[in-house]
Every structure is written in structure tokens, then in C-alpha cells.
């Protein structure tokens, strides 16, 4: 069981009337979920064993983008879709940050916030790629609500491969290594969209002072696969994993995180119920999505990425990724060793309101 599970069924009942006024819907459907993952409240799957005919039932887990217990498999199916898009170049990481003033208006309006960045990112990005390559890019963009000490700090991740695809010719562009975008000129159009994308908006405003400086960090993070399966892990974990709390008990909560500046591992300790607020605010609204894929990288180009993978399969050392299967679940019988086959889930209509 996880100890994030654990803590939080402890001291629910605290917590819900402590936090009660900030917690707002998805909040409250993520700690319901949360507190029903793999227990008996959730449906159950049955496993049977052809061998010796031994059967077993386990509860259902929730499924919840937050949860720690079910955040493994969606990680692993998402990095398994991605890899299917590898292509055998330079990978890059773009960052765009909300500067401190900002971030209150993700409290109280996350989704349309979010939204935005999402909206201006991509554009800046096509805006960049199109005035200096005139060929089509594409990369993946991730929202973290978080920083390392797991304030609230929104910013986007983008990786983008660099190279660039000119449909009109067929031709694939190798783009530069170590340079993709100047990073401060990225910036400066970032802050103007931004500005003006909330500015237009009826139900944001902007707060009274705001920085004239906001950042961008462009950095380069690599070649092919490895550089990709590494950022894909770091951007598309969970705001903490139960191996980052080091010690809990009735009143406090330590957690190790690492440090941006020194590198070096520390810790923050809290009282229990801010730390559960300090985890549980980073719950995104409902219908959210957090990663997008854009240009030839994005869901439905499939056909556009396979021309790309053609004309770069000559590349040294790399072969086209081939389309795997989903993994099957799979259970070994505890009584004979043999693989056990999934039957179905039961007590479908048993499930408490
Ligand atoms: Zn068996
Ligand atoms: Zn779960
Ligand atoms: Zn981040």
C-alpha cells in the first residue's frame, strides 16, 4: 500500500475539514479515488488457473492520473506510444516558466491558465520554427504544476527532436546541434503572448505587477532513444513518488527531493496535513490534458512520421521502432507456478455509491 494512501486515509478527516475551503472538485474525486484504489470497496478482477484451478480475486485498482499505486502502468504505456515516434537525431528541452505573480491565477482558475500556456507555447514554438526553417517541426509538450520542493510553480517542458520536415520537397533537414532556438529572444515572445492571451480572456486578469523578465530555458539533452526514455521518465512521473518520503509519523512528513542549483539531495519536512495540501494541490482539472504532441509528432500523423522514419533509414545504428503489442497482464498461479488467465471482473453491480 502506498504511504501517500496511507497517510492520507489517516488523516482524512482532518485534513477535509482543515483544507475544506480550497478544495475544489477534482480534488475531492481524486482523494475519493485514491482512498478506494485496491481496496474492498472497488470491483474485483478474478484470475483463474487452467493447471490446478486454484482462483484468486484482487480489487481493482482506480486508475487515477494522481494516484501513486496506478501511476507505473500509465507512465509505461505512455512511453511505450512514444517510443513508436523515436527518431535517430538531437533531442532538445524547452522550458517555459510562469513568473511568480502569475501563479496565483492557477489556483483559482487552473484549467483556463494551463490552457493558455499550452495555446502560446505551441505557437511561439511553430512561430520560431516557421520564420527560420520554413518546414515543419515537432515536439511533445509537458505540464509540470511543481517544482522540486513541490510548491505550486507552473511550467512547460517541450522535447523536440531537432529536425525539421519540408513536405513540399519530401527532404528531411538535419537541424544544428548544439542550437535550436535563442533563448531569450523565445522569452521576450513568450512574456507579449502570454500578456496579451490573458489580457483578451474575460474571466483572467492580470495581476497588478508582473516581472518585464520571464525565462526560457533552451538546452540540449542529447542523441536518439536514450536521451528521450530518460527526459519521457522524468517529465511524465507523478508529483511524488512513496520512494521520496524518507520518514512519516503522527505529525510530520519528510521527503527527500534534489536541489536545482547544487544538485545535492535534501529534505523537507512538514506537518502531515500541509504536506497531504502540498501534493493534493497539484491535482489537475478534469479533461486536462497534460502532454500534448504537436506537428508531425501529434496522434493522428502517423503516415507523415512514417515518411520521416523512411527517409532517415540509412541513419547509422538505428532501425525504425517497430509497433509492439500491448503487454497482457499476467499472473503466476501461487499453487502450481503456471500462468493464470484473467476472467473478468466481478461484483460489478456491488459497488457502493
Ligand atoms: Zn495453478
Ligand atoms: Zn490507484
Ligand atoms: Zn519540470
Redesign the pocket.
Known amino acids: 500500500m502506498s504511504c501517500f494512501i496511507e497517510l492520507l486515509r489517516h488523516h482524512e478527516h482532518d485534513f477535509l475539514h482543515q483544507y475544506e475551503s480550497q478544495l475544489n472538485h477534482p480534488i475531492r474525486q481524486a482523494i475519493k479515488a485514491l482512498l478506494r484504489c485496491r481496496t474492498s470497496e472497488q470491483h474485483k478482477m478474478s484470475w483463474g488457473?487452467?493447471?490446478?484451478?486454484?482462483q484468486v480475486q484482487h480489487p481493482l485498482s482506480c486508475g487515477h492520473r494522481h494516484c501513486p499505486q496506478c501511476q507505473h502502468q500509465t507512465t509505461t504505456q505512455w512511453l511505450q506510444r512514444q517510443e513508436q515516434k523515436l527518431l535517430p537525431c538531437h533531442y532538445f528541452m524547452v522550458t517555459f516558466t510562469l513568473p511568480f505573480e502569475l501563479r496565483v491565477l492557477a489556483r483559482y482558475q487552473p484549467k483556463i491558465l494551463y490552457q493558455t500556456m499550452f495555446k502560446v507555447v505551441s505557437k511561439v514554438l511553430k512561430g520560431f520554427a516557421a520564420r527560420q526553417f520554413k518546414a515543419e517541426i515537432g515536439f511533445t509538450m509537458v505540464l509540470h504544476t511543481h517544482n522540486r520542493r513541490r510548491d505550486l510553480h507552473p511550467h512547460i517542458h517541450v522535447i523536440m527532436p531537432c529536425g525539421y520536415y519540408d513536405a513540399h520537397n519530401n527532404q528531411w533537414h538535419k537541424g544544428r546541434q548544439q542550437y535550436l532556438f535563442n533563448e531569450f529572444a523565445l522569452a521576450k515572445v513568450w512574456r507579449a503572448q502570454m500578456l496579451e492571451a490573458i489580457n483578451r480572456h474575460t474571466r483572467i486578469n492580470l495581476p497588478a505587477k508582473y516581472p518585464k523578465k520571464w525565462v526560457v530555458d533552451c538546452r540540449k539533452v542529447g542523441f536518439g532513444d536514450k536521451a528521450y526514455q530518460y527526459l519521457s521518465r522524468y517529465l511524465y512521473r507523478g508529483v511524488l513518488s512513496d520512494n521520496d518520503i524518507v520518514h512519516y509519523d503522527e505529525n510530520t512528513v519528510t521527503f527527500k527531493y534534489q536541489e536545482s542549483k547544487t544538485k545535492q539531495t535534501v529534505t523537507r519536512t512538514l506537518p502531515v496535513l500541509k504536506f497531504l495540501w502540498l501534493i493534493l494541490q497539484h491535482v489537475l482539472p478534469k479533461g486536462l490534458q497534460r502532454v500534448r504532441d504537436c506537428g508531425y509528432l501529434r496522434g493522428n500523423a502517423s503516415k507523415l512520421r512514417q515518411r520521416i522514419q523512411i527517409l532517415l533509414i540509412n541513419t547509422k545504428n538505428w532501425k525504425k521502432p517497430k509497433k509492439k503489442d500491448k503487454p497482457k497482464a499476467i499472473r503466476i498461479?501461487?499453487?502450481?507456478?503456471?500462468p493464470?488467465h484473467c476472467e473478468g471482473v466481478i461484483n460489478f453491480f456491488s459497488r457502493p455509491s
Open positions: 488457473c487452467a493447471h490446478c484451478h486454484h498461479c501461487p499453487c502450481c507456478q503456471h493464470m
